[in-house]
């Protein structure tokens, strides 16, 4: 009777994740494992020979450092947004979004700095897959850059407020852009292994 009285008066546990970020994890999962088996197709790839060795040239490497530099702006934009220093959150918002769009520059002068290296398009497997996996990325980026703009348009437009819509609405933004921050390193790790 005492069991049943303690188990009566226990609320069910119930999973308090918003039904968007839940969508929003698998959406991630579905890229990740695109990615993932992308990246094995290049490893199985690689392994059947006529493969081309090549350096990554180093403009990959400074998107990256603008990639993670934007990762921390908007990090510091949410944070703000929540502090309501309306301001920061703005001025950091702006600054997030110019990163990006620097970031799909500078990819686009990797793929021009492959091609002057003897690395074009359609030439060699290899530099193909490069290419390809950047190119992929750039575009789900082009996608968080569209998001950024929306928010910026919600940062300059709505009243300076925290409601719950807005922090979900920026929470959503944040978890896709450290998502494809956290995607292109491991592209690049992966690209640096096997290079």
């Known amino acids: 009777m005492i069991m049943n009285d303690i188990a009566v008066s226990k609320p069910l546990g119930r999973n308090k994740i918003h039904p968007k970020k839940f969508a929003l994890w698998v959406a991630c999962a ?5 990615f993932a088996s992308l990246t094995s197709a290049y490893i199985v790839r690689r392994a059947g020979g006529n493969w081309l060795e090549f350096q990554l040239p180093a403009v990959f490497y400074f998107n990256t450092l603008t990639i993670v530099l934007s990762s921390i702006t908007l990090q510091g934009a949410y944070r703000a947004f929540k502090k309501q220093n309306f ?6 918002l702006v600054v997030t979004l110019i990163l990006g769009l620097l970031f799909v520059g500078l990819q686009y002068q990797g793929w021009t700095t492959l091609a ?14 490069v290419y390809v996996l950047s190119a992929i990325h750039a575009v789900h980026v082009l996608g968080g850059i569209a998001v950024l703009i929306v928010a910026g348009l919600h940062a300059y437009t709505l009243p300076e407020k925290v409601t719950p819509a807005r922090k979900l609405r920026f929470e959503l933004t944040l978890t896709y852009w450290h998502f494809v921050d956290f995607l292109w390193l491991y592209l690049l790790v992966f690209l640096i292994q096997l290079a």
């Open 116 to 129: 002057a290296e003897g690395v074009p398009l359609r030439t060699n497997p290899s530099g193909d897959f």
């Open 87 to 92: 301001s920061l959150y703005k001025i950091l």
């Open 30 to 34: 579905s890229i990740l494992m695109m």
